[in-house]
């Protein structure tokens, strides 16, 4: 059963950085797309930013050119890289990964999610 763990979310001041890290436990499989969706209190989950396993990578135009979304195959983990933040990017961050079993079929894998509190 593949995992998800969620680690580096907080509380910080506006214009501050913070970094997401979102590593899959398990074996038997490999993982296609990871990507960082949020929810805000009384909001729809949202997609922040997704990266392809070869590499190539997409944004929210809300977060363009401040979040940077990078991946390690070879660890299983995807990175936010958060700089410029604003309060409006308070939210509960969460990781999913679409799961590419050696047997059995393909299916989405959600982390357990990350609060991450921007103050003005």
């Known amino acids: 059963q593949v995992q998800l763990v969620e680690s580096g979310g907080g509380f910080v001041q506006a214009g501050a950085s913070l970094r997401l890290s979102c590593a899959a436990s398990?074996?038997?499989?490999?993982?296609?797309?990871m990507g960082w969706y949020r929810q805000a209190p009384g909001k729809q989950r949202e997609l922040v930013a997704a990266?392809?396993?070869?590499?190539?990578?997409g944004y929210a135009d809300s977060v363009k050119g401040r979040f940077t979304i990078t991946r390690d195959n070879a660890k299983k983990t995807v990175y936010l890289q958060m700089n410029s933040l604003k309060p409006e990017d308070t939210a509960v961050y969460y990781c999913?990964?679409?799961?590419?079993?050696?047997?059995?079929?393909?299916?989405?894998?959600w982390g357990q999610g990350t609060q991450v509190t921007v103050s003005s």
């Open positions: 999913k990964a679409y799961i590419l079993p050696f047997s059995g079929r393909s299916y989405d894998c």
């Open positions: 398990g074996s038997g499989f490999s993982i296609e797309t």
């Open positions: 990266i392809m396993s070869y590499g190539s990578e």
